[in-house]
């Protein structure tokens, strides 16, 4: 998943950037409404986790303006408020969850994960095609029941290809979901990452073919 977290204390944002990284899940940071509003003008994020109290406009502003422009992305809100007015508040707002700082990472990475799984009508943290089984909580990957061991970009490029199934994915629609505005990286790097995940999920049920001049789509064997 992509992450935009709206942050302006640094030190959690460090953090909190550290740690999603960690497991796979790019997330970039801006610390102000405005900065946001111009981040996601022009780039598509999963998820925004955002703070209320922030420089300039605060965080229900942008929250209530989201909603009102009929843009439906998941928003978990992360804040030092924990009154039930404010809870309530951001909740009729549009909000999808609310957290009180200071948070475990690991359950914002679990609440994380349960929001997209509801959005995208899921029960479970496992996916099932076919002979292949991707558990995107532990990272557990199996081929006809055995495990496979991948790194981490292969892991998360082929998290991208079953969330996309049966459509071409290009080169910058694969680098906007790996990498963060300041990792740097190469078209040859992702064609890398592909070639090594292809020759580990030889055996398995997910095919990823090259469309010559548009980029790649990843299908699943009946």
Known sequence: MRILLIEDNEALADATQEY????????????????????????????LILDINLPGRSGYQLLQSLRQKGNTIPVLILTARAEIDDRVSA????????????????????????????ERGEASNTIVCGNLTVNLATH???????????RLRERQLLELFLKNLDRVLTKEDIANRLYTFDEA?????I??????LRKKL???SLHIKTIRGLGYLGHIDD
């Open 202 to 204: 030889t055996d398995s």
């Open 140 to 150: 557990q990957i199996t081929v006809n029941n055995e495990p496979v061991e991948l």
């Open 91 to 118: 909740l009729d707002l549009g909000a999808d969850d609310y957290m009180v700082k200071p948070v475990d990472f690991r359950e914002l990475a679990a609440r994380c994960r349960a929001l997209l799984r509801r």
């Open 20 to 47: 999603f990284r960690q497991i796979g899940h790019p997330l970039d940071w801006t610390i102000s409404v405005e900065q946001a509003q111009r981040t996601l003008s022009w780039d598509d994020f999963d998820l």
């Open 191 to 196: 064609e890398q990452t592909l070639t090594r």
């Open 185 to 189: 990286h190469t078209p040859n790097a």
